[in-house]
């Protein structure tokens, strides 16, 4: 996608024969024939199967907001605009853009993976604990477990795939 962005005549068409061609072996991605003609995909998540249009794609992550634009407003001699222009301002590429030329602005795509990996790290660096409150029996009697209830308690207050999610590696998966 980033790619797409960069290239002067990049589209969502182009957008979609490369994700086609490029992910085409890869287990958690299909496109049906139908799929394909509307350039569309599917990604199979953790929690199912979910179809994707690439219809706006390349548009929308653009970064749209001039340079020259935040830099005016961080030319400012008022703090407040100032400030505002360095928040607005795109954050650029790490990656070396070659050649001398300036580096390459970060596509949304780029800032979405740059925050997602500043979430994990920020997580991986937390030891998470869950407490709930299990009903164990619909008497409120000691020492009577209901395995049923429990189970079902555990289901709907969303344990059971916040576990499933942990040992599949979801976040360890993303790269």
């Known amino acids: 996608l980033d790619d797409q962005v960069r290239t002067v005549g990049g589209t969502d068409k182009s957008f979609a024969n490369d994700l086609y061609k490029k992910c085409t072996d890869h287990p958690r991605f299909s496109a049906s024939k139908l799929q394909v003609g509307s350039r569309k995909f599917e990604l199979n998540h953790y929690a199912g199967g979910v179809e994707y249009d690439t219809e706006g794609f390349v548009f929308k992550n653009k970064d749209e907001f001039p340079r020259e634009a935040s830099d005016l407003l961080e030319s400012s001699t008022n703090l407040f605009v100032k400030k505002l222009g360095k928040t607005l301002k795109p954050p650029v590429s790490e990656k070396p853009s070659g050649r001398g030329r300036k580096p390459q602005r970060q596509t949304v795509g780029g800032q979405f993976i740059s925050q997602l990996q500043d979430l ?51 976040l360890g998966a993303i790269r």
Request: with cysteine.
């Open 120 to 170: 994990r790290e920020t997580i991986s660096s937390t030891s998470p604990h869950y407490i709930r409150c299990i009903k164990p029996n619909a008497e409120l009697v000691p020492d009577s477990f209901n395995p049923v209830s429990i189970v079902e308690q555990l289901r709907c207050a969303g344990v059971l795939e916040a576990i499933r999610v942990a040992r599949a590696g979801v």
